[in-house]
C-alpha cells in the first residue's frame, strides 16, 4: 500500500487553466505538505497543514489554494496557471512537527505548463 | 536569511566509499536530514541527526557539527544503484519546516 499517494501523476495543461492535485496519507500523521521542486531541483515548502488547519504559508501565490477536508487529505488548486508553475510537486506528511519526525512524501505530479 | 550549501555533482567508483559535505546557515537549528532521490522518484528518508557525532546506519553514515555548521553523508561499499541525488535538509529554529539544499546528484561508475 502507498502512504503517500498524489494524483495525478503527470499533468498536462495549458496557461489559464485552473487545475487540482489530490493527496491521500494512510500513515495516520497529522501533519501534511506541498513541496515543489523546480528545474533546478530546489525543495522548497509550500505549505503545511496540522489536523486540517494551515501553519504554513510560504508566501506563495495566492492562486495555490490549498485544502484539508480532513488530516488524511491535503489537495492543491492552483487557479490561471503560469508557465512559471510548471515543477514537481510533492505531497509530505509527518507525525507531529516536523522536528525528529521522518517527513514521507509522494511519488511527485509533473505538471507541465504550456 | 537560509542557506543550505553541498555539492552540485560527484562521481565515485562502485566498491569505494564517498563524503557528501553539507554546510548551512541558518536562524537556529532543530535537526539535519538527510534524503535520498533517484532521477523521477520522491525523496526517501536516509538519516536524521541532532546532536553531535556520528549515527551509523548500514552502508551509510552521516556526521553532525552544530558548532561549524556542517554535516556530512558517508556512504560505504558504494553500489551503481547508489547513483542518485542526496539531499540535506535542515529545520532552523521555531519553524515546522525543512529548509532542503540543492542536492548532490552522485554518479556511481563500474
Known amino acids: 500500500d502507498t502512504a503517500v499517494s498524489q494524483t495525478p501523476k503527470y499533468l498536462v495543461t495549458q496557461m489559464g487553466n485552473d487545475k487540482s492535485i489530490k493527496c491521500e496519507q494512510n500513515?495516520?500523521?497529522?501533519?501534511m505538505y506541498w513541496y515543489k521542486q523546480d528545474s533546478k531541483k530546489f525543495l522548497k515548502i509550500m505549505f503545511s497543514y496540522n489536523n486540517k488547519e494551515l501553519i504554513i504559508n510560504e508566501t506563495v501565490p495566492n492562486r495555490f489554494s490549498p485544502k484539508s477536508p480532513d488530516k488524511a487529505h491535503l489537495n492543491l488548486h492552483i487557479n490561471s496557471l503560469e508557465l512559471g508553475d510548471s515543477a514537481v510537486y510533492f505531497c509530505a506528511s509527518s507525525s507531529g512537527t516536523v522536528s525528529g519526525n521522518t517527513i514521507y512524501f509522494g511519488e511527485g505530479s509533473w505538471l507541465t505548463v504550456v | 536569511g537560509q542557506n543550505i550549501d553541498q555539492p552540485t555533482e560527484m562521481t565515485a567508483t562502485e566498491g569505494a566509499i564517498v563524503q557528501i559535505n553539507c554546510t548551512y546557515q541558518?536562524?537556529?537549528?532543530?535537526?539535519l536530514f538527510w534524503y535520498q532521490q533517484h532521477a523521477g522518484e520522491a525523496p526517501t528518508f536516509l538519516s536524521y541527526?541532532?546532536?553531535?557525532g556520528l549515527e551509523e546506519k548500514g552502508r551509510f553514515s552521516s556526521f553532525l557539527s552544530r558548532s561549524k555548521g556542517y554535516s556530512y553523508l558517508l556512504l560505504k561499499e558504494l553500489q551503481m544503484k547508489d547513483s542518485a541525488s542526496y539531499l540535506c535538509a535542515v529545520i532552523p529554529g521555531g519553524y515546522n519546516k525543512l529548509i532542503f539544499g540543492a542536492g548532490t546528484r552522485l554518479a556511481v561508475h563500474p
Open positions: 541558518t536562524s537556529g537549528f532543530n535537526g
Open positions: 541527526n541532532v546532536l553531535d
Open positions: 500513515l495516520g500523521h497529522d501533519t
